[in-house]
């Protein structure tokens, strides 16, 4: 693995494990593709640092657990702006 393939890896996984920033929200700030974030985050990081790679999982985990949920309140604000 090349050595700045690695460091974005390493900075992108510190963020969401810091921030707890969706996949994204990630890629907007680091201006890369949801695609290239999530690849970093779900293919190389656990072979990078096993530790980090558990506490990410654990916010993408989560994140996708609410996502639904998310989505609603969005519609629901989406529709109440409208009616005023």
């Given at each position: 693995?090349?050595?700045?393939?690695?460091?974005?890896?390493?900075?992108?996984?510190?963020?969401?494990?810091?921030?707890?920033?969706?996949?994204?929200?990630?890629?907007?700030?680091?201006?890369?593709?949801?695609?290239?974030?999530?690849?970093?985050?779900?293919?190389?990081?656990?072979?990078?640092?096993?530790?980090?790679?558990?506490?990410?999982?654990?916010?993408?985990?989560?994140?996708?657990?609410?996502?639904?949920?998310?989505?609603?309140?969005?519609t629901?604000?989406?529709?109440?702006?409208?009616?005023?």
């Open positions: 693995m090349k050595a700045y393939i690695k460091e974005r890896t390493l900075q992108v996984a510190t963020h969401i494990a810091d921030t707890q920033d969706t996949i994204r929200k990630t890629a907007q700030i680091f201006n890369l593709s949801k695609s290239t974030v999530h690849n970093d985050l779900a293919k190389r990081l656990n072979r990078i640092d096993k530790d980090l790679y558990s506490k990410v999982k654990w916010v993408l985990d989560k994140n996708f657990s609410e996502k639904h949920i998310r989505g609603g309140n969005s629901k604000q989406k529709y109440a702006h409208l009616e005023k």
